[in-house]
């Protein structure tokens, strides 16, 4: 059984940083590709960055040049650096595990995708 669990979320003035990591467990072949994806109030869930099992990374434009994404397998662990944080950054951050290639790191739905329960991040101004 594939897990996921979030954690580093909270309350951050804008300019700030956070760093939220997700520990997933479960069968290594269902867990190539990583990533994180936001829920900001009202809106859809859009994608934040990932990283397959290839190592190709991606980022959403909206957060190129402030977030980073990193991966360690050996502790089954993916991180999202946060920095200069904006208040249109405030979201529910989920974490995304499963077997996308490249071509579809983005995607809202894919194949054997794998989701934690989210974490909340406030921007405050």
């Known amino acids: 059984q594939v897990q996921l669990v979030e954690s580093g979320g909270g309350l951050v003035q804008a300019g700030g940083s956070l760093r939220l990591s997700c520990i997933y467990s479960g069968s290594s072949s269902a867990l190539e590709s990583v990533g994180w994806f936001r829920r900001a109030p009202g809106k859809q869930r859009v994608f934040v960055a990932g990283?397959?099992?290839?190592?190709?990374?991606a980022y959403a434009d909206a957060v190129k040049g402030r977030f980073a994404i990193s991966r360690d397998t050996g502790r089954s662990v993916v991180y999202l650096q946060m920095n200069n944080l904006t208040p249109e950054d405030t979201a529910v951050y989920y974490c995304?595990?499963?077997?996308?290639?490249?071509?579809?790191?983005?995607?809202?739905?894919?194949?054997?995708?794998?989701w934690g329960t989210g974490t909340l991040v406030t921007v405050s101004t």
């Open positions: 990283v397959t099992g290839g190592a190709t990374v």
């Open positions: 995304n595990a499963g077997d996308r290639t490249a071509e579809y790191v983005a995607a809202l739905q894919h194949g054997r995708d794998y």
